[in-house]
Nanobody
Framework: QVQLVESGGASVQAGGSLRLSCASS??????MAWFRQAPGKEREGVAT??????FYANSVEGRFSISFDNSKNTLYLQMNSLGPEDTAMYYC????????????????WGKGTQVTVSS
């Protein structure tokens, strides 16, 4: 079973940037995605990549960028112009058969990395 391990979460000030990483224990040929969950809110899809095709939630379009390095089996999420609304636990997901921001589309999940943005 493939395992995913996220890293890169931190506390930053509004306007700052972070890059999250998600290391996969095995080669990935499925669609992958980043999700986030803020306290008291449902988990939501942020960005997805499937065979180099990407798609973003409206809330992060133009600020976040998802990419995958095949040589390192690692998924990235570059986050710029961060605001307090981006504060959440960020999760990496894999195993998707289609490009989707829906939770049901993925069956492999990491344990998350915390991002906190202060104003």
């Amino acid at each position: 079973q493939v395992q995913l391990v996220e890293s890169g979460g931190a506390s930053v000030q509004a306007g700052g940037s972070l890059r999250l990483s998600c290391a996969s224990s095995g080669a990935q040929r499925t669609c992958m995605a980043w999700f986030r969950q803020a306290p008291g809110k449902e988990r939501e899809g942020v960005a997805t990549i499937c065979q180099q095709s990407t798609f973003y939630a409206n809330s992060v379009e133009g600020r976040f960028s998802i990419s995958f390095d095949n040589s390192k089996n690692t998924l990235y999420l570059q986050m710029n112009s961060l605001g307090p609304e981006d504060t959440a636990m960020y999760y990496c997901a894999a195993g998707g058969l289609l490009r989707s921001l829906e939770i049901w589309a993925y069956h492999i999940w990491g344990k998350g990395t915390q991002v906190t943005v202060s104003s």
